[in-house]
């Protein structure tokens, strides 16, 4: 009997311990960043930046952030704006592990989170109107902060929490997309705000001006992205006949368009002009203007009083964070970390052989062992009957 419960614990261990056996975390290759969903989105306007990287077998975590760049930009161009991400999303626990140098030697320009030292090169933003996932953030939060006069309002999307599937704030969508804004994603707008300057403006005749947006730096260290800036130039007490560049047309802009783009409008006595770095325009007046026209650079896009940007915050697996925002106004920076997957090494398939070769070999033992016994016991009884018929 001993011997059996022997045999029996050992096929237990050997089956319970591939279960304990230590596995190497990996990630999974999100296929939606280069097939269909990743280009659409990226033609729509939405960006796409780093979150870390999920089962990086390195403690460094700026090594772990480096992983994340060059996994992100061997599938996927950051924004229409520029190839290089600039976004990256931080997890707060880790902060004492990165700086804002290595930030900007990985390049890096916009976080979600405040790092010391600071630098002037990198803009930390905070999710002031919190989340889209419904029973978190209410139309009356988010009217407040319009209210208030808040320039940049930021918001975090996540599709899933861990298996639970997360479900938006219908209500609070719909406040926000009626809203007149310009809607707009983290890179995008913190290149504006890096690259706004005004324009030359040449006005020797004074029904035509000759407008050129001379930029000859986006940055001290060229990580923002060459994007359209808007100027608006008042009391010009004339009409726009036609705003051309190298002889075609430009964009006619409403008041509420609300993505970046080359354009212009005429707003009463003002024309808002909207233009890239090193592009210059050809404007003619039906009549003379106002040599006294001054000119303002806007501080958003289509001088726009409020910016609204959504960060899709872990994003491992597009499809899922995206297939709810199908057809609305707002703009994502989709933060991107790969999907951890539980690799095994090569003790679980050692073991599995081991199993499968030990477990009929303790079988055939045993059955034999068992037909031993009751041969045994067999002649035992013969023996009492014999005895019995003796008696």
Request: with cysteine.
């Amino acid at each position: 009997m001993l011997t059996r419960r022997v045999v029996a614990l050992t096929l237990l261990g050997l089956l319970i311990l591939p279960l304990c056996a230590p596995v190497t975390a990996e990630w999974e290759e999100d296929t939606w960043l280069t097939i269909i969903i990743g280009p659409e989105r990226l033609e729509l306007g939405d960006e796409f930046g780093c979150h870390g990287m999920a089962g990086s077998e390195t403690s460094d975590y700026e090594l772990e952030i480096s992983q994340c760049r060059d996994y992100l930009t061997e599938r996927i161009n950051a924004s229409k704006w520029g190839v290089n991400p600039i976004s990256l999303g931080i997890d707060s626990e880790r902060l004492d592990e990165i700086d804002s140098e290595a930030i900007i030697s990985a390049g890096f320009a916009v976080l979600d989170q405040q790092i010391y030292p600071l630098n002037s090169e990198i803009e930390n933003l905070s999710y002031n109107g919190g989340s889209l996932e419904k029973n978190r953030q209410t139309v009356e939060d988010f009217q407040a902060l319009i209210e208030d006069g808040v320039p940049m309002i930021n918001f975090y999307w996540l599709a899933r929490d861990h298996d639970v599937v997360v479900r938006p704030n219908s209500e609070l969508v719909t406040s926000i997309e009626s809203t007149t804004a310009w809607f707009s994603t983290w890179g995008e707008h913190a290149s504006y705000q890096a690259t706004k300057s005004q324009f030359s403006l040449d006005n020797s005749s004074s029904d035509s001006w000759l407008v050129t947006f001379e930029s000859d730096s986006i940055s001290s260290t060229g990580v923002y992205w060459a994007v359209p800036i808007t100027n608006k130039f008042s009391n010009i007490n004339a009409d726009v006949v036609s705003v051309n560049y190298d002889d075609i047309a430009l964009d006619e802009l409403e008041i509420n368009s609300p993505h970046l783009q080359t354009g212009w409008r005429q707003e009463n006595n003002s024309l808002i002009l909207s233009l890239m770095p090193g592009q210059q325009v050809s404007i003619v007046f039906d009549t003379s203007t106002n040599p006294d026209t001054s000119q303002q650079t806007c501080d958003r896009f289509n001088c726009h009083t409020v910016a609204i940007t959504v960060a899709g915050i872990h994003t491992d697996d597009l499809f899922d964070w995206s297939k709810r925002w199908t057809d609305t106004p707002m703009r994502f920076t989709w933060l991107v970390e790969p999907r951890e997957v539980a690799q095994y090494g090569w003790i679980l398939p050692t073991l599995a052989v081991i199993v499968a070769l030990c477990a009929p070999v303790a079988i055939i033992w045993l059955v034999k062992n068992d037909r031993r016994v009751q041969q045994a016991v067999a002649v035992l009884d013969t023996l009492d009957n014999l005895k019995f018929e003796e008696e």
